[in-house]
């Protein structure tokens, strides 16, 4: 994970510092620059948000045309000043997103050449080595492709060096990078996110093409001067995202959904679906991680239901590691809103290594996973800044949902009626979450009830047992309450002897063909005295005896677009519970937005 940034233009520390802020969603554990001034790599890091660094470059006057930049998520070693970067050795700092996996040999090699260290992260040995090939009269550029010989693992790289005139050096293997060359300068970051308005050109370096940055240009080593630099437009140049009138981006995330819903309910996409022949496929493999992943679970349902198609889904860092059979005419779908995850980029590596034919289903357009899949659906969400997912949950089931119906169409499984009824349903969603949304300050009460536990179960049927685990994953990640979910008709094989006065037990109980079986149930959770919690409409209402801040209405839904609608009270629970107990929304504790290791 981390973001790594760097800039050479007059004043180099300005876009840098901007770019960590745009970049903090990939690591938030302490953030540092370095920057050639005078003569002289001066580097300054702190522990915590970027802010802490802010607060620590003002108290002196920094200047330089050469800076580099780090927002850290802690892999090797602690969240500290030490282990954060740059890492400096002699003349050479460095700034590393990636693992170093041979790091202990390598460390081991230098110290035994006398080199002393002083962190305990993987990154370090990168300038040790640099600066020990230097000393044996290597040039920059030498020093650097003598150093990357010796690394295993992945890594993205920004390179200072000291006396080679504001050349700021960027390399790469499996982790992402991408420069850019504007009219003030040439800058590289993790991601175009980073990059700012003078950015609008941008470049994905192949790996191990070693580039070399300065004010004028951009270059590759001569190992490369057969590959042309092929820049692509930048989608996200000087995009100034802001929180609006929201507390949190997450919040403004949720709020955004009825809008990107309409614009999805308007926009009619089967012609590109259409690229994909789902009649005559055998199969369907969804891999996804996360919220993505619990996207994957719904669509299943969607597809086996309305298009007959055997559906498979598999966790990303599990796939590829279990041996899985990929048969004649199946289709790998990757879920990914970054399209960087890297379980989910190696687990598309692999499936096309066995010749799948391979689908991408992300939100950052030009992303790795996005480039690499042979065919690509965005789904429109725009950039997702807090770091628990929600409008790209909506939206990649919006998607998939249309998806499901192109498929339904191409094999003929459902009648013509149900696949129009299917799209009128769709139509409404917009104005139900609009509605879900008015009535927040329900969520509110409910929210203040359960945030008093330790502990929470989550229950749902169907594809809504999906839903239950999704609202199980916000509400760990940004509130740190204990949550799991279970699909309601396994709590009597187990998870019932959790049940007491202590653990409040959520139900999400639409009315649907499920209704009866849920009701059953909560019967067994209420004999148990464990606090009840419902989401449901009307119908279920007259079944149990709840307080008002025990039961969230929704209204009537169709029965296919339950799972979309259902997982918005999901998402209000996690935000009323995390800021009633004073936790960091956009930023929780130990996460990152986009898991670019392993
Ligand atoms: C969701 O709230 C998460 N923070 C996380 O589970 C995320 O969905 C997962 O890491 C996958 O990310 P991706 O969709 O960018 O691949």
């Known amino acids: 994970m981390c973001g790594i940034i760097g800039a050479v233009t007059e004043s180099a520390i300005e876009p840098v510092l901007e770019g960590l802020g745009r970049l903090e969603y990939r690591g938030y554990d302490s953030s540092g620059i370095s920057i050639l001034s005078n003569n002289k790599i001066q580097t300054i890091k702190a522990q915590g948000k970027l802010n802490n660094l802010k607060e620590r470059l003002s108290m002196q006057s920094l200047e330089g045309k050469c800076c580099i930049g780090h927002t850290r998520w802690a892999t090797h070693g602690r969240a500290n000043v030490t282990n954060a970067h740059p890492h400096q050795c002699g003349q050479v700092s460095v700034v590393h997103n990636g693992i170093i996996e041979n790091y202990l040999q390598l460390k081991q090699q230098l110290m035994q050449w006398g080199h002393h260290f002083d962190s305990s992260t993987d990154s370090e040995v990168v300038p040790h080595l640099i600066n020990h090939y230097l000393a044996q009269q290597m040039s920059p550029e030498e020093a650097i492709e003598k150093t990357i010989t010796q690394l295993k693992g992945s890594y993205a790289l920004g390179i200072l060096i000291n006396g080679t005139s504001n050349n700021l050096y960027a390399i790469k293997q499996g982790s992402p990078l991408v420069i850019s060359q504007g009219n003030n300068g040439a800058y590289m970051a993790s991601d175009a996110m980073g990059l700012g308005a003078d950015s609008s050109k941008i470049y994905y370096p192949k790996d191990n093409q070693l580039i070399t940055l300065n004010n004028h240009e951009i270059k590759l080593c001569s190992r490369s001067l057969n590959t042309k630099i092929h820049y692509v437009n930048n989608k996200h140049c000087s995009k100034v995202i802001s929180k609006g009138e929201h507390s949190s981006f997450m919040e403004k995330e949720i709020f955004e959904q009825v809008d990107l819903l309409k614009k999805l309910s308007v926009n009619n996409y089967y012609d590109k679906y259409s690229a994909i022949n789902f009649k005559d496929l055998n199969k369907i493999t969804i891999i996804a991680c996360g919220t993505s992943y619990y996207a994957a679970s719904v669509a299943k349902t969607w597809f086996e239901k309305y298009a007959n198609i055997l559906v498979e889904i598999d966790i990303a860092s599990e796939y590829r590691y279990r041996s899985p059979i990929i048969i004649d005419n199946e289709l790998t779908i990757f879920v990914s809103q970054s399209g960087e995850t890297a379980d989910t980029l190696a687990a598309l590596r692999y499936a096309k290594s066995k010749s799948a034919q391979t689908l991408a289903l992300v939100n950052v357009a030009n992303s790795t996973i996005a480039r690499e899949a042979k065919f690509t659906f965005e789904i429109y969400a725009g950039p997702e800044i807090g770091v628990a997912s929600t409008k790209a949950f909506t939206c990649q089931l919006a998607i998939f949902y249309k998806i499901a119906m192109e498929a339904a169409k191409q094999r003929s499984f459902i009648e013509p009626s149900e696949l129009k009824e299917l799209a009128l349903n769709f139509m409404q969603l917009p104005y139900i979450i609009e509605k879900i949304l008015q009535n927040r300050t329900d969520m509110k009460m409910m929210a ?90 009307s119908s279920i209402r007259e079944y149990v005896n709840l307080q008002e801040d025990e039961f969230f209405e929704l209204p009537l839904i169709p029965e296919s677009i339950l799972p979309i609608i259902s997982v918005i009270p999901m998402q209000l629970l996690a935000l009323y519970s995390a800021k009633i107990l004073g936790k960091n929304i956009d930023q929780p504790r130990n996460l990152a937005k986009s898991v670019t290791v392993e």
Do not use: C, W
């Open 448 to 537: 203040k009830k359960l945030s008093n536990y330790s502990n929470i179960l989550f229950l749902g049927r169907g594809a809504l047992t999906a839903i239950a685990q999704e609202g199980a994953l916000k509400l760990k990640e940004i509130s740190y309450i204990h949550a799991e979910a279970y699909a309601a008709g396994e709590l009597k094989h187990g998870p019932i002897a959790l049940l007491d006065e202590k653990m409040p037990v959520v139900v999400i109980a639409p009315k649907n063909n499920l209704t009866d079986k849920l009701l059953s149930n909560i019967q067994e959770v209420q004999a148990r005295n464990a606090p009840l919690f419902i989401i449901g409409d």
